[in-house]
Each structure stands twice: as structure tokens, then as C-alpha cells.
């Protein structure tokens, strides 16, 4: 059972472009939804995290908006750079239990010049 | 480097060899998580430990699989008679009781069985 959705799996933006990943959840058990980054050769990194009592969140050039109806929520990156280009991963947790992450399936992340 | 470290990064291996993984946390991090990341795929979780007990384990964690964190600090996975569908990058991350989300991840350990 994938808990958690996410798509594209593959995206290409241009530099300075805005870079959109979805992702749906099914476990209403989540009550947090972090974004990790991951680069070749590399352990994921946690980016910025939202929980569902809050619609959107802003980081830098990074934005999470949550829509907790829908079971929904989805990464913006903003005027992206090259140095973006990774894989990001969706994920979902309960903050409450062991506080193990459910992943999604990632995507991958290319800006071009 | 206080991050969490893994060692060893590569393993090949022959099919029906053990191996053993070792990971270290960052030190004073209660809790240490060991993931399984397959090509193109997410991590999926495979067990927990706090301190130095193990509270929870995957279904993924067939009984070849064995984990354990002595004292609380560094752990290993051991995979027995390694079949080919164990070729995976095997990830550790741990983190503070009182921090809700933030789990920090080492590089992993690649393992590849021939």
C-alpha cells in the first residue's frame, strides 16, 4: 500500500522557473508532512516540514501549501537554480509514535540553464 | 564531522554471504532508524531503536535481518545468507526524543549482491 503519492517522478525546469511536486496521503494517522532532499550519493536531507493545522509555509525560496480536505499538499521552489537539481521526496510522519517517515516515491529534479 | 555516519559506503558481495552494516549517530540522539532505499523508490522503513532498545521492525525485516545498537550509541545491521534482491542502499538516520520531525540521515551503505 503507497501511503503516500507523489508526482511527477521525472521534472525539467528552466532556470529562474517555478518547480511544482504533489503528493496525496492516505494515513490520516500523519500529523506531519516534511520534504526531504537528496542528492547522488547522499542521505536524504530534511527541508522544510508542515503540519496540517497550517495551510502553507514559506522557507526561502521553498513553499509548502497543505490541504488537509484533500488529503493533499505539494513543494514549490521558486526562482529555481541548478544547484536545485535533486531528487525530492514527500513524505509523511506521526509525530506522536515512533516517528518513523513514510516516503513517497521521490522525484527527480533536473533545472537547466 | 558530527553528522551520522555509515560505514562501510559500498558492499559487494556474493549471493549467500552475511554482511554486517554499522552506523553511527550523532551523538546524544536517542533514537536511530535504519531505511532501505531500492532504485528509484523512497526509503521504507525497516526498524527502530531508542536507546538501546529495539521497538519496532518492518515486515521487510525477514528473519536474515537482525539489528541491534549496543548501549545505546552505535548500531549494525546484519543481513544473513544475502540473496540478490537485498541489493540496496541501506540508510541510517537518528534523532532527539524532543525533536518531533527532524531526522538526520548518514550517506548510506550501498550493498550489491553478485
Known amino acids: 500500500q503507497q501511503q503516500v503519492k507523489q508526482s511527477p517522478q521525472s521534472l525539467i525546469v528552466q532556470k529562474g522557473g517555478i518547480s511544482i511536486i504533489n503528493c496525496a496521503y492516505e494515513n490520516t494517522a500523519f500529523d506531519y508532512f516534511p520534504w526531504y532532499q537528496q542528492f547522488p550519493g547522499k542521505g536524504p536531507a530534511l527541508l522544510i516540514a508542515i503540519r496540517p493545522d497550517v495551510s502553507e509555509k514559506k522557507e526561502g525560496r521553498f513553499t509548502i501549501s497543505f490541504n488537509k480536505s484533500a488529503k493533499q499538499f505539494s513543494l514549490h521552489i521558486m526562482d529555481s537554480q541548478p544547484g536545485d537539481s535533486a531528487t525530492y521526496f514527500c513524505?509523511?510522519?506521526?509525530?506522536?509514535?515512533?516517528?518513523?517517515?513514510?516516503f513517497g516515491i521521490g522525484t527527480k529534479l533536473q533545472v537547466i540553464p | 564531522d558530527t553528522g551520522v555516519s555509515q560505514n562501510p559506503r559500498h558492499k559487494i558481495t556474493k549471493r549467500g554471504q552475511n554482511v554486517t552494516f554499522r552506523c553511527d549517530p550523532i551523538?546524544?540522539?536517542?533514537?536511530l532508524y535504519w531505511y532501505r532505499q531500492t532504485l528509484g523508490q523512497g526509503p521504507e522503513f525497516l526498524t527502530y531503536f531508542q536507546n538501546e532498545a529495539q521497538l519496532e521492525k518492518s515486515r521487510l525485516l525477514s528473519d536474515r535481518f537482525s539489528a541491534e545498537r549496543p548501549k545505546g550509541s552505535f548500531s549494525t545491521l546484519e543481513i544473513q545468507r544475502t540473496e540478490q534482491g537485498d541489493s540496496a542502499m541501506y540508510l541510517c538516520?537518528?534523532?532527539?526524543?524532543?525533536?518531533?520531525?527532524?531526522?538526520?540521515f548518514g550517506p548510506g551503505t550501498r550493498l550489491t549482491v553478485t
Open positions: 513524505a509523511g510522519g506521526n509525530s506522536g509514535g515512533y516517528q518513523k517517515v513514510t
Open positions: 538516520a537518528s534523532s532527539l526524543v524532543s525533536s518531533r520531525y527532524e531526522q538526520y
Open positions: 551523538s546524544e540522539h536517542n533514537r
